[in-house]
């Protein structure tokens, strides 16, 4: 489950899914509007060479591509629905959290092969 918030280390994942949505049923509040409800994927992991405070690490890593995009209406008028940018990062394979600003993961460059 996904909050619809920024700044990483929200999610709810495996068996807390259940129990949050349990929780939630019985509190009956709107809260459940704040979340989605997605299918967790499981990317490639690439062996990987990463810097921190100076320092090489070998580890296992993954690596996300997001695709921004721009949409603009005014009523049944569709001014702008346009792709507009992407984001790619890496983070260790062993994290569930993904964040750039939060520190789970780092900014990275598309190559493709």
């Not at 062993?94 to 493709?112: C, K, P």
Request: proline share 3%; glycine share 10%; aromatic share 8%.
């Amino acid at each position: 489950m996904k909050p619809q918030r920024e700044g990483g280390g929200n999610n709810i994942y495996g068996d807390d899914v259940r129990k949050s949505l349990l929780r939630l049923q019985e509190e009956g509040a709107e809260e459940n509007a704040a979340y989605i409800l997605m299918q967790r994927i499981f990317p490639t992991i690439a062996p990987t060479y990463l810097m921190r405070d100076g320092i090489c690490h070998k580890d296992h890593a993954m690596s996300e591509l997001g695709i921004y995009g721009a949409y603009l209406r005014n009523k049944e008028n569709v001014i702008m629905n346009e792709q507009c940018g992407y984001l790619m990062r890496t983070k260790v394979s062993s994290s569930n959290e993904g964040g750039v600003a939060a520190g789970f993961a780092v900014l990275d460059s598309v190559y493709l092969n």
